[in-house]
């Protein structure tokens, strides 16, 4: 049977991460840390980058995403940030207006404070200033992002 299920115990594995044929991918942290499953992830996405073999994919990957498909994980490698205009534009080339607060899948409110991670993407802020991301991870992590409108809980 191909499309079998598995029963994944939280108790058991630390973080679950599903990625579908199209690129959208489900997390789940469980009782792990969310700074320690980034630290993960970030690990073994540069392992997945250095045995890569030195040719396209095949098939080739999906297109960069526009504004219709924001729902595309961002990387904050090649991003540019207009801080006057509060707008920063990922690496695949669409244009997040950080003068909004974001909402997140699970309900939390993200606001950008003026920072930037090492890798040149916003460090958004949530729960009062309690949790601290970078604007890729949190979308990664706990996407779709969707801006919120001025005074919406």
């Not at 695949?92 to 991670?117: I, K, N, P, Q, V």
Request: negative net charge; hydrophobic residues 40%; aromatic residues 8%.
């Amino acid at each position: 049977m191909t499309d079998a299920y598995r029963f994944v115990d939280m108790d058991e594995q630390a973080l679950v991460v599903l990625v579908d044929r199209e690129g959208r991918l489900e997390v789940q942290t469980g009782k792990i840390c969310t700074v320690r499953a980034a630290d993960v992830l970030e690990r073994l996405a540069a392992r997945l980058r250095a045995s890569h073999p030195p040719f396209p994919c095949f098939p080739p990957a999906a297109p960069n995403p526009t504004p219709e498909r924001p729902d595309v994980l961002l990387l904050g490698e090649g991003g540019r940030l207009d801080r006057s205009a509060k707008v920063w534009t990922d690496g695949h080339g669409h244009a997040w207006d950080l003068s909004l607060t974001w909402g997140d899948a699970y309900g939390a409110e993200w606001r950008w404070h003026g920072t930037l991670d090492s890798s040149g993407a916003p460090l958004l802020r949530a729960n009062n200033g309690v949790t601290v991301q970078s604007f890729d991870i949190v979308h990664a992590l706990y996407g779709p992002l969707a801006p919120l409108a001025e005074g919406a809980k």
